[in-house]
């Protein structure tokens, strides 16, 4: 069965960078694109952009464009989002997300999230 | 902010019908197809609908979802307590060549 499972909390300081981890089972990471959801805490959900793990080809939202990297490792199978130049407003639950079959923009499978605490 | 509008809350007793509106624009409802996510409190997000009104295997029946224009609903028929959680609606938007999100709607049991 398709598993996401994503690496641990992070606490980081302004200023840092972090890189969260969604490793996949069940299917292979090349067949699908990858997006990545952030939800800061009590409000609703951020889409941040999405890899083709086939090519490594990316797209991003505006609002974090030069700030974020997302990038994979086919020979494990792991996807990777890295967000730098972090502010206090970045803490937040970071989800990566497969998409359904044929489809560009439905998300099929979720990580279990990681949250990411920025805080001096 | 989100460019897709939902009402904060929505409620009701168990059996009855609950409905929820997503309101968007022609670059993203108007022009692609809408997916609702649920999301339980401490969890990641489920899909629940996707393409508009198509549910994946293994959510019930109960949960519908259809559109018109540039607006979609979410239906949920006779209402269980498990169904307390939030719901987000969701397209594509041509214009800002990204994926938008609305502002979600918590459902309540009462």
């Known amino acids: 069965q398709v598993q996401l499972v994503q690496s641990g909390a992070e606490v980081k300081k302004p200023g840092a960078s972090v890189k969260v981890s969604c490793k996949a089972s069940?299917?292979?990471?090349?067949?699908?694109?990858m997006h990545w959801v952030r939800q800061a805490p009590g409000q609703g959900l951020e889409w941040m952009g999405w890899?083709?793990?086939?090519?490594?080809?990316?797209s991003y939202a505006q609002s974090f464009q030069g700030r974020v990297a997302m990038t994979r490792d086919t020979s494990i199978n792991t996807a990777y989002m890295e967000l730098s130049r972090l502010r206090s407003d970045d803490t937040a639950v970071y989800y990566c997300?497969?998409?359904?079959?044929?489809?560009?923009?439905?998300?099929?499978?979720w990580g279990q999230g990681t949250l990411v605490a920025v805080s001096s | 902010q989100s460019v897709l509008t939902q009402p904060p809350s929505a409620s009701g007793t168990p059996g009855q019908r609950v409905t929820m509106s997503c309101s968007g624009s022609?670059?993203?409802?108007?022009?692609?197809?809408v997916n609702w996510y649920q999301q339980l409190p401490g969890t990641a997000p489920k899909l629940l609908i996707y393409?508009?009104?198509q549910r994946p295997s293994g959510v019930p029946d109960r949960f519908s979802g259809s559109e018109s224009g540039t607006s979609a609903s979410l239906a949920i028929s006779g209402l269980q307590s498990e169904d307390e959680a939030d719901y987000y609606c969701?397209?594509?938007?041509?214009?800002?060549?990204?994926?938008?999100f609305g502002t979600g709607t918590k459902v309540t049991v009462l």
């Open positions: 997300a497969k998409v359904g079959a044929g489809s560009c923009c439905h998300f099929e499978y």
């Open positions: 069940g299917y292979t990471l090349t067949g699908y694109y």
């Open positions: 890899i083709n793990p086939d090519n490594g080809g990316t």
């Open positions: 022609s670059s993203n409802i108007g022009t692609n197809t």
């Open positions: 393409s508009n009104n």
């Open positions: 969701a397209a594509w938007d041509d214009s800002l060549t990204g994926y938008v």
